[in-house]
């Protein structure tokens, strides 16, 4: 029997900012959508540093449990290392994926096709495969190679969203500034939410304005 399981890959690197990662995990899990999840060497320091999570490849489930919160039957997990793993080829059914956070070496990584580890290669095969591809940098400020790497993934198909929060719903708390940068991560993969409230318009500012 051909298995329907096409679940959208995730990719967290070594960048600060494993609170956005958690909310795009947390944002699918809900939506009802599987997940594919990649953590990098480097990134593991970082949630180490970020959460005191120590993730590691043969308690995974623990600590993917205990980080967020919830149930994680419909994710799989992929050791960064593991380059014959299922999101390594074009013929592995994946709806696309996303890299959150980005680090600036990973963003190089992946605009040069370097495919030095399982994240680079699944974010290489999911441009080759015309799958949508978003990718979230979070560094400032930054330089001019990185923005050239930047301007090769949008040409290539990729969408580049930095972790930019917004600030025009006037959010109390940092969990609602991640939120929104998730929302963002999660409209531009078509997948549903309700982490933000959306703009709808100014009236009183329209009528100033005639």
């Not at 980080?67 to 390594?88: N, Q």
């Not at 929104?180 to 409230?197: N, P, Q, R, S, Y």
Request: aromatic share 6%.
């Amino acid at each position: 029997m051909t298995s329907t399981r096409r679940p959208w890959v995730v990719g967290v690197s070594g960048a600060s900012g494993t609170p956005y990662a958690r909310a795009v995990l947390t944002g699918l899990l809900d939506a009802g959508h599987p997940v594919d999840l990649i953590v990098s060497r480097a990134a593991r320091l970082t949630l180490l540093d970020e959460t005191g999570l120590t993730f590691r490849d043969g308690h995974w489930r623990d600590d993917l449990a205990g980080w967020l919160g919830r149930d994680i039957a419909h994710v799989t997990y992929w050791p960064a290392g593991d380059l014959a793993a299922g999101p390594a080829s074009g013929s592995y059914p994946a709806r696309g994926m996303v890299v959150v956070p980005a680090s600036t070496a990973a963003v190089a990584g992946i605009a040069i096709g370097l495919s030095k580890d399982l994240l680079q290669r699944a974010a290489d095969v999911t441009l080759k495969e015309r799958r949508p591809l978003v990718v979230v940098p979070r560094e400032a400020p930054y330089t001019r190679a990185t923005l050239q790497h930047m301007l090769t993934l949008h040409d290539a198909g990729a969408v580049v969203l930095p972790a930019s929060p917004a600030f025009y719903s006037a959010p109390q708390t940092v969990a609602q500034l991640v939120d929104f940068v998730a929302a963002k991560v999660l409209d531009a993969i078509g997948v549903e939410h309700d982490l933000i409230t959306r703009w709808t318009g100014h009236l009183g500012a329209a009528r100033e304005l005639d």
